[in-house]
C-alpha cells in the first residue's frame, strides 16, 4: 500500500469516525422495561395526583391567614401581543396556556406550548406556622379587562392577593408590543412574619412535552430540559435517554427550559438568583402519538429574596431561532438552538446563520434560498477548491508516470528476495527517490488533501444548522411538502432496515451525484490498481451508500443542499480540468525534468574520472608529506637529545669562563700600564 493510499484511507476513516460519534442519527430506542411493582407504584402515585383522596383534599383551615383566598370565582384574562396570546386566570393568577399565533402544529392546528391540560405552573411557600401555600388554589383580584391587546407600548396586568391594606402577594405580567418573553414580577409586601425564615419560594413546572412535528421520534429524541448556571455554565439534561433521569443543582443557576426539536417554553431569573434546581425527564409512554416526553422543573428562590423585592424573572415562550433567542440579551439563551460541538459551532453561529439571514432578507423561496447558499459558500471556498483539484490533477499524473518505474523495483526486488514482496518501508523510501529525481515534493498527496479537510468544519456546520433551522420549518419546495423533514415521496406499508418505510428522492439523487463525482474526479488510478487499490475503491463507492442510509430521514432541506453542492462540484471539476489544469503539460514538464536530471548526472559522470585521478594526485602527496614530516620529527627528536647535552657542556665552560675573567682583566691592565711608562 502506497503514502496515497494510506492518506486516502486514513482520511475516509477519520471522517467516518467523527460523523459516527458526534453526528450519527440516534440508535432506536427500546421499550423501557421497568419492574412490574415500580410500574404499579408509580401508576398508584399519578392516580393519586389526578384523584386525591378526602384526607388529601385541604380544607379552608390549611390556608391559615390565606383561608379567605382559597374561595372564589376564577376569571380567565388573555394578554396578547403580535406573536403570542397568554391565558391567565385568577385562580393563582399563574399562566394557564401561551398560544403561538403565527405558527401551526404539524397537522394544521394552533400552537399551544401550554393548553392547560399538559402543564401546570405551581408556586409554593411554608408559613411561619409550616403551613404549605399553593398560590394555584389561591384566588386573585384583577382590574384588567378579560382581553388586554399590546400594541403600541408594553402594558401590564396585575393580579392580587390581599390580607391587609399592607399585606399582600402581587404577580405582575409585562407583555411588550413584539416578541416572546413575558415580564412576571412577584412581591410578597408585609409578609416578613407570615413567611418562615430560611425557607423557599419553589416553582414547580411539569410539562407533558406535546408533539408538535411530523416526526415523531426525531422530536422525541430532541426533546430536554436545559438550562445555565449563575457562573456561566451552559447544560442539560440528556435528551437521548427514554427512561427516567433526575438532575439535582446544588448551586445558583439563571434560567432553565424545556427545549423541543423547533420551540423552547423556559423562565429565566433576572437576578440570576435561583439557589436550587431538580430536573427530570422520561417517556413515559413510548407508544403515544401525541407527548414527546414527560419532563418537570423544579427551582427554588429564597423567600428573603421574594421579601427584598428581587422576585424579577422572565418567560419566554417561543421559536427556537437563533437571532431571536440572542435578542432575548440573556446570557447563553442562545444555546437553546444546537448547533453543534465547539469548532462546529462557531462556524454554524458566525458564517452560515449570517448568511442564510442575510439571503432571507431578498429570497422568498427557502428552496432558492438553500441554492443560494450553496453558490455563496462555493464561491468562498473555490480558492480551496481549486489548488485541491489542481494537485489531484497533478498528483494523477505523476502517480501514473512513476507507475512502471514502481512496478519495476517490485519485480527486481522480488527477483533478488527470493519472490518476496517488497516491504512498506521499502517502497517507501524507493518512491521517494523517485519524486525527488522529478523533482516533486513526497508530501504533494497531502497538500492536495489539505484544502479538503480545511472545507469539513463549513460541511459540518451544514450538518447541524438545517436540521435545527425552524426557517425550514412547514416549508415546501419542488415535491417536498417540509424541507424540515424527509420528503417521503417513495413509502412503503412496512419498515425496512435502516430505511424505514420511506425513500427520500432528494437523498437518493445526492448518493447517486455523490458516485458522479467519485467517478469523475481527479483521483490516482495507478493508485487504484491491485488488491488495496480494489480495496479503497470498494470504499469510496461505498461512502455514498453509506450516507445514503444516514441521511434517509435527515431534513430535506439538507439532502438538497447536499444535491445542489454535489453537482456544483461536478461542474468545477468539468471547468477546472478543461480549462485549468493541463495533464499532458504537468507530464511535459516532469519529463523535462527528469531528462535534465539525466543530463546533469551524465556530465557529472564525465567529470568524476579527472576529479578522481586529481583526488588519487592529491592523497598520494599529502600522505607524502605526512611521512615526511614524520621522519623529520624523529630525526628532529635525536640531534634535540645530542644538541641538549653539548649545551650543559658550553653552559659549564662558560661559568669557568666566568669565574676567570676578573683575573684576566686585572693582569691586562698591568701589562698596558707598564706599555705607557
Known amino acids: 500500500m502506497d503514502r496515497n493510499q494510506i492518506i486516502g484511507l486514513g482520511l475516509i476513516f477519520v471522517m467516518l469516525t467523527v460523523y459516527f460519534q458526534f453526528f450519527s442519527p440516534d ?24 384523584a386525591p383522596t378526602k384526607a388529601q383534599t385541604k380544607t379552608p383551615a390549611d390556608y391559615g391567614q390565606f383561608k379567605k383566598a382559597a374561595q372564589g370565582t376564577a376569571k380567565e384574562i388573555t394578554l396578547e401581543n403580535k406573536n403570542i396570546r397568554v391565558f391567565i386566570n385568577t385562580k393563582g393568577g399563574i399562566v394557564q396556556k401561551v398560544q403561538l399565533k403565527n405558527y401551526k402544529t404539524f397537522d394544521k392546528k394552533p400552537l399551544y406550548l401550554m393548553d392547560g391540560k399538559n402543564s401546570k405552573i405551581d408556586l409554593t411557600f411554608t408559613t411561619s406556622d409550616n403551613k404549605q401555600i399553593n398560590l394555584a388554589d389561591l384566588y386573585f383580584t384583577t382590574q384588567a379587562a378579560p382581553k388586554v391587546v399590546v400594541n403600541q407600548k408594553a402594558q401590564t396586568v396585575s393580579f392580587k392577593l390581599a390580607l391587609a391594606d399592607n399585606q399582600y402577594i402581587e404577580q405582575v405580567y409585562t407583555l411588550k408590543p413584539d416578541g416572546f418573553e413575558l415580564g412576571y414580577d412577584l412581591k410578597f409586601k408585609g409578609l416578613d412574619n407570615l413567611i418562615k425564615q430560611k425557607s423557599n419560594v419553589t416553582l414547580n413546572w411539569p410539562n407533558d412535552l406535546k408533539r408538535l412535528e411530523f416526526d415523531l421520534e426525531q422530536s422525541r429524541d430532541k426533546a430536554k430540559i436545559n438550562y ?6 451552559y447544560n442539560d439534561l440528556s435528551a437521548m435517554k427514554d427512561e427516567y433521569q433526575q438532575k439535582r443543582i446544588n448551586e445558583k443557576l439563571y434560567w432553565a427550559t424545556f427545549n423541543q426539536k423547533f420551540f423552547t417554553t423556559g423562565i429565566i431569573a433576572k437576578n ?18 401525541t407527548i414527546e416526553k414527560h419532563a418537570e422543573i423544579n427551582l427554588l428562590v429564597n423567600s428573603q429574596d421574594i421579601i427584598a423585592g428581587k422576585g424579577q424573572f422572565n418567560y419566554y415562550f417561543g421559536p427556537n431561532q437563533y437571532y431571536v433567542l440572542k435578542d432575548v440579551g440573556v446570557e447563553g439563551f442562545s444555546d437553546n438552538v444546537y448547533l453543534g460541538y465547539p469548532v462546529v459551532n462557531w462556524f454554524a453561529k458566525y458564517l452560515v446563520v449570517p448568511i442564510f439571514a442575510f439571503l432571507e432578507g431578498f429570497i422568498g423561496n427557502y428552496g432558492l434560498i438553500i441554492l443560494a447558499l450553496v453558490l455563496v459558500v462555493k464561491g468562498m471556498l473555490s480558492p480551496l477548491t481549486y489548488r485541491s483539484y489542481k494537485s489531484m490533477a497533478k498528483m494523477k499524473v505523476i502517480n501514473k508516470y512513476l507507475q512502471p518505474r ?18 512498506m518501508q521499502a517502497t517507501s523510501m524507493h518512491q521517494q527517490e523517485l519524486y525527488q529525481k522529478i523533482g516533486q515534493s513526497p508530501f504533494a498527496a497531502v497538500q492536495g488533501c489539505l484544502p479538503m479537510l480545511l472545507q469539513m468544519p463549513i460541511l459540518f456546520a451544514m450538518f447541524m444548522f438545517f436540521p435545527s433551522s425552524i426557517e ?6 419542488l415535491w417536498a411538502n417540509d424541507l424540515s423533514v424527509y420528503d417521503d415521496l417513495i413509502t412503503f406499508s412496512f419498515n425496512l432496515p435502516f430505511l424505514g418505510n420511506h425513500i427520500s428522492l432528494f437523498t437518493l439523487l445526492m448518493s447517486v451525484s455523490q458516485i458522479g ?13 491491485g488488491p488495496n487499490g480494489n480495496m479503497m475503491k470498494y470504499m469510496m463507492y461505498a461512502m455514498p451508500v453509506i450516507f445514503f442510509f444516514v441521511l434517509n430521514s435527515y431534513p430535506s432541506g439538507l439532502s438538497f443542499y447536499y444535491l445542489v453542492s454535489n453537482l456544483i462540484t461536478l461542474v468545477q471539476q468539468f471547468i477546472i480540468k478543461k480549462y485549468f489544469v493541463d495533464e499532458d503539460k504537468i507530464e511535459a514538464k516532469i519529463r ?14 564525465k567529470k568524476s574520472g579527472f576529479r578522481a585521478r586529481l583526488e588519487d594526485k592529491l592523497k598520494e602527496a599529502q600522505e607524502k608529506a605526512r611521512e615526511v614530516q614524520e621522519e623529520r620529527e624523529k630525526t628532529g627528536g635525536k640531534n634535540g637529545k645530542s644538541n641538549g647535552r653539548n649545551n650543559r657542556t658550553s653552559n659549564i665552560k662558560n661559568k669557568d669562563d ?5 683575573t684576566g682583566n686585572r693582569n691586562s691592565r698591568r701589562s698596558q700600564a707598564k706599555n705607557r711608562k
Not at 445555565?228 to 455554565?233: A, E, I, N, R
Not at 517490485?410 to 527477483?415: D, L
Not at 425550514?472 to 419546495?477: A, D, P, T, Y
Not at 463525482?517 to 490498481?529: D, V
Open 517 to 529: 463525482i467519485t467517478l469523475t474526479s481527479n483521483q490516482n488510478s495507478s493508485a487504484m490498481s
Open 472 to 477: 425550514l420549518r412547514q416549508q415546501s419546495f
Open 658 to 662: 666566568g669565574k676567570n675573567a676578573p
Open 228 to 233: 445555565y448556571l449563575s457562573k456561566g455554565d
Open 272 to 289: 440570576k438568583n435561583f439557589s436550587q434546581a431538580i430536573f427530570s425527564t422520561e417517556v413515559k409512554d413510548p407508544k403515544s402519538t
Open 27 to 50: 440508535p432506536k430506542k427500546k421499550p423501557n422495561n421497568k419492574n412490574p411493582k415500580d410500574t404499579v407504584q408509580v401508576a398508584k402515585k399519578n392516580q393519586q395526583k389526578k
Open 592 to 605: 523535462k525534468f527528469e531528462e535534465e536530471q539525466k543530463y546533469k548526472d551524465k556530465a557529472t559522470k
Open 406 to 423: 514502481m512496478e519495476a523495483f517490485k519485480e527486481k526486488y522480488r527477483k533478488e528476495n527470493g519472490g518476496k514482496e517488497p516491504d
